[in-house]
């Protein structure tokens, strides 16, 4: 219901700006000027400040319809349906004829009708249709007057006479977002509340588009899939005048539920870009808007061009994919396949009130994301954003209501999160809320190996009963707030992970460019996984990528290779294949993705982080990276694969391991030298070696990197020279005196002339 408030307080300001009661010259200076700064305050949701402001011009003037108003928007931004009403009664007590009071009226009336019994609820529903026919009967272009009243009989279930009027809201302002958006739920709701039968018999009697479509829809829901892709091909072909874009949609729920991936995310793509309008944008935010957080709420709203909300979907999914280097977006599909089963589970679009609400006293505060779904009850909406929790508890018995609780264990990115849902005693249905703490014994008992705070709560003093329910709230508020500004990828169960070792290094590049390498090994399939791959038909053995975003998820570059049988002559001579991608981009900061995933065995690898691209162009003296090598040698002549720089072949080591019997091969570059009056640049380059932790048969010896008498470290210092401003280094280190463990190593460069420095480190292994 928020998304009407702030709809009809946008409404209510431009009935103001025009109203001719408006325009007469004010009695009172103070009191207009009261009501524009209420006006103001009201605009940035300062709702306790704008009631203060238009109560005081109400003192200055009593009968100031315009501060009147403006309290009624006050009360409906709280979604105070009876109090607003009270204000609007008085604006029509000065005008009668006042349309933007009998509008709200209307509205105030059917919203207050919701929780009430039968008979009281039928008696503002039969007031709430006075007044919109009122309205109707003098302005039937007034607002969404029309769409409002649809809402009224979609609430009593008269579902076909609400969608009748929607169509009759369109014909009138067919521009009008709101009301085609909301005719596409009237659509739904009918589909969700009714008979697949006899949904579809109705919907065939119609001559429209949408109606189409939503058989298509109904087919899809019964499981006759064959018989809704005919539908929506149909459509497609046609050039329908409506939005391609929830048909497209539609199409990838068919093909995700068919387990069609590639298919389902090209017509999910094809609705993002092929936004046209507002309107393209609203209904593909339907199928989004269950995981974005608060912020993207914002961004969404704000945003006002097709490239913004093109923009605003490819980020939405992109920043929430774990393998973004991958062709298929594997959070896209796990998020279809969340909506498929919460439209299959979870739907409940009834009346959600005080009454039948478990938390009567609001323990739990909802973000404004909460408030956008109005499709599922509360189990969907977590389901949607965590997918399946790692544990559930169900307590049984005739005497209790209906509960169950979700565990998820913490993650990297979140915390420990326990979701409690029961359907009230004063609700019905699949009415599940979420509720702030459980303190029936027999729940505790089920939950108590939860945490320490329900077996307190189960066994402790009943003094402590109170502060220990109030540690449950605080735990279920935290939960809350956790869940909602967050939401978790699951893989599938049969996805394995996969060991695959990458490292970035960054190097100067012409046009002001910085060169990114990054050096991988990528494990290679046993002989049984070729087996599998031959038995598959499999040519392609392993795909493999890296792709750079900006900060804002916009794809900058991006490299994608495969594994194919001919590479492999001997499986088991290398468990791994050691490989480099090689590009050039503009120092920045980015999000970057490496992947890899077994095409027999479904393993998949890889990692997303975001990384800054140093610059090597300002003329500062600079180093570039240090690389790890398995071997430097001279290049020959005609080599030019991607390991070679500057006449060296580099053989990179991914995984920074190294044996101690064998040299551990260094590669930097130094940028920016200071050439002195001959031409050349002396400097001083400091290895230094520093154990970090120990590897000891026994307890491991860890040592701190930061200060402290026993770190174990090896220092050595070279003299150099170079001829040019630039300088390539390398070096073999011979470690074999220091012991197995991590090591940090850091090298130093110092100019002996200009005094300047520049430093770098790099970890690595020594076993």
């Given at each position: 219901?928020?998304?009407?408030?702030?709809?009809?307080?946008?409404?209510?300001?431009?009935?103001?700006?025009?109203?001719?009661?408006?325009?007469?010259?004010?009695?009172?200076?103070?009191?207009?000027?009261?009501?524009?700064?209420?006006?103001?305050?009201?605009?940035?949701?300062?709702?306790?400040?704008?009631?203060?402001?238009?109560?005081?011009?109400?003192?200055?003037?009593?009968?100031?319809?315009?501060?009147?108003?403006?309290?009624?928007?006050?009360?409906?931004?709280?979604?105070?349906?009876?109090?607003?009403?009270?204000?609007?009664?008085?604006?029509?007590?000065?005008?009668?004829?006042?349309?933007?009071?009998?509008?709200?009226?209307?509205?105030?009336?059917?919203?207050?009708?919701?929780?009430?019994?039968?008979?009281?609820?039928?008696?503002?529903?039969?007031?709430?249709?006075?007044?919109?026919?009122r309205v109707l009967a003098r302005d039937s272009s007034f607002y969404d007057t029309l769409f409002q009243y649809a809402q009224l009989l979609r609430y009593k279930k008269d579902y076909t006479d609400a969608i009748a009027m929607g169509h009759d809201q369109i014909r009138l302002k067919p521009d009008d977002v709101g009301s085609q958006r909301g005719l596409f739920r009237l659509y739904h709701h009918y589909l969700d509340n009714t008979g697949?039968?006899?949904?579809?018999?109705?919907?065939?009697?119609?001559?429209?588009?949408?109606?189409?479509?939503?058989?298509?829809?109904?087919?899809?829901?019964?499981?006759?899939?064959?018989?809704?892709?005919?539908?929506?091909?149909?459509?497609?072909?046609?050039?329908?005048?409506?939005?391609?874009?929830?048909?497209?949609?539609?199409?990838?729920?068919?093909?995700?539920?068919?387990?069609?991936?590639?298919?389902?995310?090209?017509?999910?793509?094809?609705?993002?870009?092929?936004?046209?309008?507002?309107?393209?944008?609203?209904?593909?935010?339907?199928?989004?808007?269950?995981?974005?957080?608060?912020?993207?709420?914002?961004?969404?709203?704000?945003?006002?061009?097709?490239?913004?909300?093109?923009?605003?979907?490819?980020?939405?999914?992109?920043?929430?994919?774990?393998?973004?280097?991958?062709?298929?977006?594997v959070r896209l599909a796990e998020h279809y396949r969340r909506l498929l089963h919460a439209e299959r589970y979870y739907v409940f679009d009834g009346f959600r009130t005080w009454f039948n609400n478990p938390d009567k006293l609001h323990h739990q505060k909802f973000p404004p994301t909460f408030y956008l779904n109005d499709r599922f009850n509360d189990k969907g909406l977590i389901y949607i954003r965590h997918g399946e929790p790692d544990e559930r508890a169900v307590t049984a018995g005739q005497a209790l209501v209906s509960n169950e609780s979700w565990r998820y264990q913490p993650t990297i990115a979140s915390r420990e999160m326990i979701f409690h849902f029961v359907v009230d005693e004063h609700a019905v249905g699949n009415n599940w809320r979420l509720t702030p703490f459980i303190n029936d014994p027999q729940f505790l008992e089920d939950r108590i190996t939860w945490g320490t705070s329900y077996e307190r709560l189960l066994r402790g003093n009943p003094l402590e009963q109170m502060a220990l329910e109030d540690d449950l709230a605080q735990q279920s508020r935290e939960a809350v707030d956790t869940g909602f500004r967050t939401d978790r990828h699951s893989w599938d169960k049969k996805v394995q992970p996969l060991n695959a070792f990458a490292y970035p290094a960054f190097f100067k590049a012409p046009e002001g460019k910085s060169y990114f390498d990054l050096y991988y090994a990528l494990p290679l399939p046993s002989s049984d996984d070729l087996a599998k791959a031959g038995a598959m038909g499999a040519n392609v053995l392993a795909e493999h990528g890296v792709v750079l975003h900006d900060l804002q998820w916009n794809r900058v570059h991006r490299l994608h290779d495969q594994i194919t049988k001919r590479e492999i002559a001997d499986p088991n001579q290398t468990p791994f294949l050691v490989g480099q991608y090689h590009f050039a981009v503009k120092p920045d900061s980015y999000h970057v993705a490496f992947f890899v995933q077994q095409t027999a065995t479904k393993r998949v690898g890889g990692w997303k982080k975001?990384?800054?691209?140093?610059?090597?162009?300002?003329?500062?003296?600079?180093?570039?990276?240090?690389?790890?090598?398995?071997?430097?040698?001279?290049?020959?002549?005609?080599?030019?694969?991607?390991?070679?720089?500057?006449?060296?072949?580099?053989?990179?080591?991914p995984y920074k391991r190294f044996p101690r019997a064998k040299p551990v091969y260094v590669y930097f570059e130094v940028y920016n030298l200071t050439p002195d009056a001959e031409g050349k640049s002396a400097f001083v380059v400091e290895y230094t070696t520093l154990l970090r932790k120990e590897k000891k048969s026994g307890a491991k010896k860890v040592f701190s990197i930061f200060g402290g008498s026993s770190k174990p470290s090896t220092t050595l210092v070279l003299a150099r020279e170079a001829n040019e401003a630039t300088s390539v280094e390398y070096l073999a280190l011979d470690l074999a005196r220091a012991g197995s463990g991590d090591f940090r190593l850091s090298i130093k460069v110092k100019e002996k002339n200009s005094g300047k420095q520049s430093e770098g480190f790099i970890d690595l292994t020594l076993f």
């Amino acid at each position: 219901m928020q998304k009407l408030v702030f709809t009809f307080i946008a409404a209510a300001f431009i009935f103001l700006a025009i109203s001719p009661a408006q325009s007469a010259s004010p009695v009172d200076s103070t009191a207009w000027r009261l009501v524009a700064q209420g006006r103001a305050l009201l605009a940035e949701n300062k709702l306790k400040e704008a009631e203060q402001s238009f109560k005081k011009a109400l003192k200055k003037d009593r009968e100031l319809t315009a501060a009147m108003v403006g309290l009624g928007q006050v009360y409906l931004a709280k979604n105070d349906w009876g109090e607003a009403n009270d204000w609007y009664e008085k604006v029509l007590k000065y005008e009668p004829e006042n349309l933007d009071a009998l509008y709200h009226r209307a509205i105030c009336y059917r919203e207050c009708g919701v929780p009430k019994a039968l008979i009281m609820r039928k008696f503002d529903w039969d007031n709430a249709a006075k007044y919109f026919k009122r309205v109707l009967a003098r302005d039937s272009s007034f607002y969404d007057t029309l769409f409002q009243y649809a809402q009224l009989l979609r609430y009593k279930k008269d579902y076909t006479d609400a969608i009748a009027m929607g169509h009759d809201q369109i014909r009138l302002k067919p521009d009008d977002v709101g009301s085609q958006r909301g005719l596409f739920r009237l659509y739904h709701h009918y589909l969700d509340n009714t008979g697949t039968n006899e949904v579809i018999a109705w919907l065939q009697r119609k001559n429209s588009e949408q109606a189409r479509y939503f058989i298509g829809e109904a087919y899809r829901r019964d499981g006759k899939l064959p018989n809704a892709d005919s539908v929506f091909r149909q459509l497609l072909a046609g050039a329908p005048g409506v939005s391609l874009a929830p048909i497209q949609l539609a199409v990838a729920r068919l093909y995700y539920e068919q387990k069609q991936t590639k298919d389902a995310e090209k017509a999910f793509w094809q609705a993002v870009d092929g936004i046209r309008n507002r309107l393209d944008a609203e209904l593909i935010f339907e199928d989004a808007k269950y995981i974005v957080t608060e912020a993207e709420l914002q961004q969404f709203r704000q945003a006002t061009s097709v490239r913004e909300y093109t923009d605003f979907f490819h980020r939405v999914f992109m920043l929430r994919d774990p393998t973004p280097a991958a062709d298929n977006n594997v959070r896209l599909a796990e998020h279809y396949r969340r909506l498929l089963h919460a439209e299959r589970y979870y739907v409940f679009d009834g009346f959600r009130t005080w009454f039948n609400n478990p938390d009567k006293l609001h323990h739990q505060k909802f973000p404004p994301t909460f408030y956008l779904n109005d499709r599922f009850n509360d189990k969907g909406l977590i389901y949607i954003r965590h997918g399946e929790p790692d544990e559930r508890a169900v307590t049984a018995g005739q005497a209790l209501v209906s509960n169950e609780s979700w565990r998820y264990q913490p993650t990297i990115a979140s915390r420990e999160m326990i979701f409690h849902f029961v359907v009230d005693e004063h609700a019905v249905g699949n009415n599940w809320r979420l509720t702030p703490f459980i303190n029936d014994p027999q729940f505790l008992e089920d939950r108590i190996t939860w945490g320490t705070s329900y077996e307190r709560l189960l066994r402790g003093n009943p003094l402590e009963q109170m502060a220990l329910e109030d540690d449950l709230a605080q735990q279920s508020r935290e939960a809350v707030d956790t869940g909602f500004r967050t939401d978790r990828h699951s893989w599938d169960k049969k996805v394995q992970p996969l060991n695959a070792f990458a490292y970035p290094a960054f190097f100067k590049a012409p046009e002001g460019k910085s060169y990114f390498d990054l050096y991988y090994a990528l494990p290679l399939p046993s002989s049984d996984d070729l087996a599998k791959a031959g038995a598959m038909g499999a040519n392609v053995l392993a795909e493999h990528g890296v792709v750079l975003h900006d900060l804002q998820w916009n794809r900058v570059h991006r490299l994608h290779d495969q594994i194919t049988k001919r590479e492999i002559a001997d499986p088991n001579q290398t468990p791994f294949l050691v490989g480099q991608y090689h590009f050039a981009v503009k120092p920045d900061s980015y999000h970057v993705a490496f992947f890899v995933q077994q095409t027999a065995t479904k393993r998949v690898g890889g990692w997303k982080k975001e990384m800054r691209v140093p610059q090597f162009n300002d003329g500062q003296l600079a180093m570039s990276s240090i690389v790890l090598a398995s071997s430097i040698e001279p290049a020959a002549d005609n080599d030019a694969d991607l390991f070679v720089r500057h006449g060296l072949r580099l053989l990179p080591n991914p995984y920074k391991r190294f044996p101690r019997a064998k040299p551990v091969y260094v590669y930097f570059e130094v940028y920016n030298l200071t050439p002195d009056a001959e031409g050349k640049s002396a400097f001083v380059v400091e290895y230094t070696t520093l154990l970090r932790k120990e590897k000891k048969s026994g307890a491991k010896k860890v040592f701190s990197i930061f200060g402290g008498s026993s770190k174990p470290s090896t220092t050595l210092v070279l003299a150099r020279e170079a001829n040019e401003a630039t300088s390539v280094e390398y070096l073999a280190l011979d470690l074999a005196r220091a012991g197995s463990g991590d090591f940090r190593l850091s090298i130093k460069v110092k100019e002996k002339n200009s005094g300047k420095q520049s430093e770098g480190f790099i970890d690595l292994t020594l076993f």
